[in-house]
């Protein structure tokens, strides 16, 4: 649960209320020389073709262009076959969605598994992560209630499993998931351990909304991936949040390589 | 735990000047020095024997206390702003007591002429590295919004520096926020910052001074690393009641005191109160119903002091000082309720006993508590987070007067605390939803501690004691000796020496990581896996009367070591975590610099300046790969001139100028694209690397201040006009980089950096009034 900032958030427009608004400007700012990095994307799913995507990190004020590696290669190896995907960059042109490197090629993952990826390009950059294939957990119940005014919010409950320490990622989407997600945040099991866990949400939602309830049974090195792609953007305009470093599942460059393994239940919301 | 070695310290020292307890050649004359009607204390006022040369000055409390030889001396008691007065005594075979009740000047508010010790006590005394700040000063000072504030005013002072724009957080010699012992009539005070510490919680009206020791701390004080803030709250007036208040752009003051039974027991009560919230509710009804309409929260803060003082008798006297502070935050909407609170409970009651004039007690107990609330409520949901530390502490301070030049001070303390470390509470109405976590702790404090200021000869005063302080948390106990020492040498009447070292302790650890006061900011304390801060501080330094005694020009050097200090993993959770102490990285610290300070405290022009050159440094291992990085506030230059200039008799001219090297800050150097499992393309995400690498552009800034006195049928009034940031610069709060879009398309065009600024020009005016 990360409370953190938004009570802050609250505050802040009062602060600024104190003042006028002509008290921002442009500076400038050098940054120091930068050496690009690899940048590695890559999820795992049951019955799904391996994709990935490697870009560099960049200087901060470079131009806004994709930095695509082309000299990129990935590999990914489970149970002793290696696979290598080549660099074939696509873009659904409808979701904008796109990947640099894919095989149509699907493995047999069981919750257990243990795969690895590895990346290399011609100016030796070497990036590697392994994964552990997770396995479900069950949404037990997707419910709603209205209130007098015709919104209604959401209970979602799982179980938790006591003799683990678990982390999940929970997303509601609005119709369909190629649109941006209405909900999403990650959580641990610290303070809910081995509970029947129900997440809440504010009055949201109205009669006829069809929504997609994912949640996520992920690994520590994806919470705390997540975790630190969120601390760091708040960073970047708040003066009250500590810098965060991007923590990275993967070694030798930035990103993640995990595994997908959800639970998902759509629903329309109905009187 | 060394006590063996403490306790033969002690004995020695005791064996070594009890024998000249009774070997009495001289006699003493002690007293208070008071304005007229028993009102205030005067503090820093001058009583001196001409014929003999020889002089004292009077305390935080009024207090002085001379040695003379038999004879007929004429005793002549001094305060600017005050009638002199001279008393012919008759010292024959005993000790005197002698007091003062002096006359103002003139029938105008007594805020007329700065004056703290005067510079020659400053550099006879023994300690250094002391600044010494009265109301009076501070109400002259041109302040933010017209809100006199004396922690604000202390940061003008060289080796203080603030937070940041508007802060009142104090970064003493590289030290942090949270390494202030802040006391108020000897009572801690743990959050002394209302709204995000734009304003202390000391109202001006119900103090009287303070003194900041950056270093060289006496021994009586203990528990923080890098300085010492003693916040002595006035007293009534003893003989009729008076009122004192102000109008201000957002708050108003209002203060009583007078007589409870006359010439024994007087009382002070002051009450402040913000209105913002008055405003913005008005605003929000004008509003109602308009689109685009975003509510504005609702926020107050408000604080009560009081004080009490009854005299029992020739040798007692009872003093009882209260604060009790609160700022509010409410956000109401139809289905959402938020509700965030915070504030300090202070409370001391003193005794002072008087064995005779040379051997007196100070025997305090006191409790103070802060505690911040947070919840919401969202129609069947309802979350509430808070914290707390409370305490209750009982000391006991001694001073004997010996002879030979020697005043040995001695006492001892014990609080115990307890924390209520983020007590979390969700649930829901139908109970489908319920979980809580937060923890308690509990501790003891305890300290001892001797210490002799010896005048060792008319050149040389040495000042030399230990404190033996001892920490018990959840079965793990630990202690230390914290040796103190400085001495002063004077090459001439004009000029003298000074040094000191200082060994500090702190037991108990501020939970925060964003270099502001902030009110969810809370106390965690040592236990098996955190273990106890350390510092070492020496400094050097040479104290020069200048111009006739017109001016001293002071120059201090000093160098500080920081034992494991405490910072955060990043992305730690602060706020509900039930193992917050994993969340704690230790690392160490150095910090060093040189302080110039030239002032001159009578006249029509007064003021000071003051330079600091500094450097402040962590190492924490998994911080920045190890390496040492700057500390946000270190702050290679910083200068400060303030100007007091009396015009008239009724027109008072103030200035203030700071310059201070900008602030070392994080900024993203790269960033990536980060597409995620599902979505619409991708998004940027800031790549930091080195902390702190990054500086702020300089601050800069000049804040006059006018004093009209006015002519009212009854009493004193005064109007003050401010203008805060008068050559409206452009000060970096916050620097931050974003994405340019296209309005058209949202393509993204390219990025760029922005910098934002928290105060332009404000001028406001306070009326302030005393009958």
Known sequence: MKTSFTIYTLLLPLLFLLTSCDLEQEVEVKLPPYKSQLVVECYLEPDKSLRAVVLESVSYFNDPELPLVPDAEVFITHNGKTIKLPFSPIQNKETGKYYTHRKNEKLNLKPGDVVTLEVKDKKGRHVTGTTTIMNQVPIEAVEWKFNEKNKAYLLTSYQDDPDAENFYRYMVHRDSLSNSSQRDFVSSDRLTNGQRVSYGSGYDYEQGDTLVVSLFHIEQQYYDFLSSISDARSANGNPFAQPSRIVSSVKGGIGIFTNLSYNRKTVVIEK | ?771
């Open chain 2, 1 to 771: 735990m060394r006590l063996p070695a403490f306790a033969v310290y002690f004995l020695c020292l005791f064996s070594l000047v009890a024998s000249d307890v009774f070997a009495q050649s001289t006699y003493t004359i002690s007293g208070y020095v008071r304005g007229t009607g028993g009102e205030d204390a005067l503090i820093g006022a001058t009583v001196s024997v001409p014929e003999l040369s020889t002089g004292a000055v009077t305390d935080a409390r009024g207090f002085y206390t001379l040695q003379l030889p038999e004879g007929s001396h004429t005793l002549q008691a001094t305060y600017i702003g005050y009638e002199s007065a001279t008393r012919t005594i008759e010292v024959t075979d005993q000790n005197l007591t002698i007091n003062f009740a002096l006359l103002p000047a003139n029938s105008q508010l007594r805020e007329v002429v700065i004056e703290a010790n005067s510079l020659q006590q400053k550099l006879n005394a023994s300690q250094m590295s002391v600044e010494t700040l009265t109301t009076r000063e501070a109400k002259l000072l041109p302040a933010l919004f017209g809100e006199v504030d004396l922690i604000k005013t202390l940061q003008l002072k060289p080796g203080v520096q603030s937070g940041g724009e508007g802060a009142s957080g104090l970064y003493v010699r590289g030290g942090g926020p949270d390494q202030n012992l802040v006391l108020l009539d000897d009572a801690v005070v743990y959050n002394a910052s209302h709204l995000f510490g734009f304003f202390s919680v000391f109202n001006p009206d119900a103090v009287e001074s303070v003194e900041l020791y950056k270093g060289g701390f006496p021994a009586q004080f203990g528990g923080r690393l890098s300085s010492v803030v003693d916040v002595k709250m006035r007293e009534g007036n003893k003989e009729r009641i008076g009122v004192t208040g102000g109008i201000g752009l957002i708050a108003s003051r209002l203060t009583v005191d007078g007589p409870i039974v006359k010439d024994k027991s007087s009382f002070v009560l002051s009450g402040r109160r913000t209105y913002f919230d008055v405003f913005t509710r008005q605003i929000n009804r004008i509003q109602e119903g308009k689109e685009d309409f975003n509510r504005i929260p609702d926020y107050y803060f408000y604080d009560l002091n009081g004080k009490a003082n009854y005299k029992l008798g020739e040798k007692d006297e009872l003093f009882l000082s209260g604060y009790f502070g609160r700022d509010f935050f409410g956000f109401n909407d139809a289905d959402f309720q938020f509700r965030f609170d915070w504030g300090n409970k202070v409370g001391a009651l003193r005794w002072q006993h008087k064995f005779n004039p040379r051997f007196q007690v100070n025997t305090t107990l006191s409790g103070s508590s802060y505690k911040y609330n947070v919840s919401n409520k969202i129609d069947v949901f309802s979350f509430n987070l808070s914290s707390d530390i409370r305490d209750l502490a009982l000391k006991t301070d001694f001073s004997l007067i010996l002879d030979k030049g020697h005043t040995l001070q001695f006492g001892a303390m014990a609080t115990r605390h307890d924390f209520t470390i983020g007590r979390l509470n969700f649930d829901s109405d139908d109970d489908r939803i319920s979980f809580g976590a937060g923890n308690d702790y509990k501790a003891m404090e305890a300290a001892a501690y001797v210490a002799d200021d010896f005048q060792v000869s008319s050149q040389l005063s040495l000042n030399y004691g230990v404190r033996l302080s001892a920490f018990n948390s959840g079965g793990k106990t630990y202690s230390a000796l914290e040796p103190r020492a400085s001495a002063r040498y004077s090459l001439s009447e004009r000029t003298s020496l000074k040094a000191s070292y200082a060994s500090m302790m702190q037991y108990i650890h501020l939970v925060a990581n964003s270099g502001a006061s902030l009110p969810t900011d809370i106390w965690y304390p040592s236990n098996d896996y955190v273990k106890p801060q350390r510092s070492q501080q020496v400094a050097a330094g040479i104290s020069h009367l200048l111009g006739g005694g017109r001016y001293l020009i002071t120059n201090e050097l000093y160098y500080k070591w920081m034992h494991r200090q405490i910072d955060f993993r990043d992305g730690a959770n602060l706020f509900v975590n039930d193992n917050l102490e994993e969340e704690f990285l230790f690392g160490k610290g150095e910090s060093y610099g040189k302080e110039v300070y030239l002032e001159k405290i009578k006249g029509r022009t007064t003021g000071w300046l003051g330079y600091t050159l500094s450097w402040s440094y962590r190492q924490f291992d998994d911080i920045n790969d190890g390496r040492r990085f700057p500390t946000r506030y270190d702050r290679r230059h910083d200068v400060s001139l303030v100007v007091l200039h009396e015009l008239s008799k009724r027109i008072n001219l103030t200035g203030a100028f700071v310059y201070g090297t900008g602030n070392a800050y994080s900024l993203p150097v790269a960033r990536f694209a980060f597409q995620d499992v599902h979505g619409k393309g991708a998004t940027v995400v800031p790549v930091y690397s080195d902390r702190n690498s990054f500086r702020l552009a300089a601050f800069h800034r000049l804040d006059l201040g006018l004093v009209l006195k006015l002519k009212p049928k009854r009493g004193e009034a005064d109007l003050t006009f401010n203008a805060y940031n008068a050559y409206n610069r452009r000060n970096p709060y916050f620097v931050y980089f974003e994405q340019v879009k296209d309005e058209d398309d949202n393509e993204t065009l390219g990025f760029r950096a922005k910098q934002v600024s928290l105060f332009p020009v404000i001028p406001s005016v306070t009326y302030n009034f005393k009958f």
